[in-house]
């Protein structure tokens, strides 16, 4: 048919998950991390069904959402993953409809959404997993408790009977990731908490060094998303 193309196509899905799973593996090794200690959460937000299917065909079976009614209608096309995480922030009116969609949601960050989630687990007998998200460059846009307020939400969530498993943060764009890292450490660590969410496509190694349980990866496996969609 027609000459080859000049311009060489894309990587596949597989193979980026591929490269971000052999990465993953790599900065365990060398943090003395036992292997398959950091779970990797595809993020599929704005992803079309396709690149969705490819990711589930390459055996990626955790995935982040940022929004939940998107997140509703996408994963209405797909089998139930192992496990669907909420990463974006959650305002207290679709607590209900996130507890119905989600396994973990990282972004508990405030007094509201706490009442609004202990209400829905007193209904439902359940709750998804909680992770408390910290606003570590304590960003006025951005949300997440600010660090020295996350102890007392911890605690609150705690005695309401919450399961929160862990932290979460997105340190701020213009800054070095390492110090906001190894803060949501220290927060985690004095309040005995094990999971840490943190580390994105840019950063994911340097969060493995400082004890990242998950990262969360968009365009390492998707490739750049078309808007930007932090
Ligand atoms: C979009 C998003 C990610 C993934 O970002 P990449 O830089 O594309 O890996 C991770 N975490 C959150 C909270 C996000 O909104």
Not at 74 to 95: C, D, F, T, V, Y
Not at 144 to 164: C, F
Request: aromatic share 2%.
């Amino acid at each position: 048919m027609a000459a080859s193309s000049p311009i060489p196509p894309p990587p596949s899905i597989a193979a980026r998950l591929a490269g971000a799973r052999a990465r993953i593996a790599t900065a365990e090794a060398a943090s003395g991390r036992p292997a398959g200690s950091v779970t990797m959460t595809a993020v599929t937000k704005t992803q079309p069904h396709e690149a969705v299917a490819a990711a589930i065909a390459a055996g990626a079976d955790v995935f982040g959402e940022n929004r939940v009614q998107e997140a509703g209608a996408r994963w209405a096309e797909h089998p139930r993953p192992r496990e669907l995480r909420l990463i974006g922030p959650l305002q207290s009116n679709k607590a209900a409809a996130a507890c119905e969609l989600f396994d973990v949601i990282e972004t508990l960050d405030r007094d509201g959404l706490l009442t609004a989630l202990a209400s829905e687990a007193q209904k439902r007998g359940r709750s998804p997993r909680l992770l408390v998200q910290v606003n570590t460059g304590e960003e006025p846009q951005k949300a997440g408790v600010a660090p020295d307020q996350a102890d007392g939400l911890i605690a609150r969530a705690l005695a309401a009977d919450l399961p929160v498993e862990g932290l979460m943060c997105i340190p701020p764009a213009d800054q070095a990731p390492e110090p906001h890292f190894a803060l949501l450490a220290g927060i985690a660590a004095r309040n005995g908490l094990s999971v840490l969410s943190m580390g994105m496509s840019e950063d994911f190694e340097a969060a493995i060094r400082l004890g990242a349980t998950h990262v969360r990866l968009g365009s390492a496996l998707f490739g750049p998303r078309p808007a930007p969609g932090r």
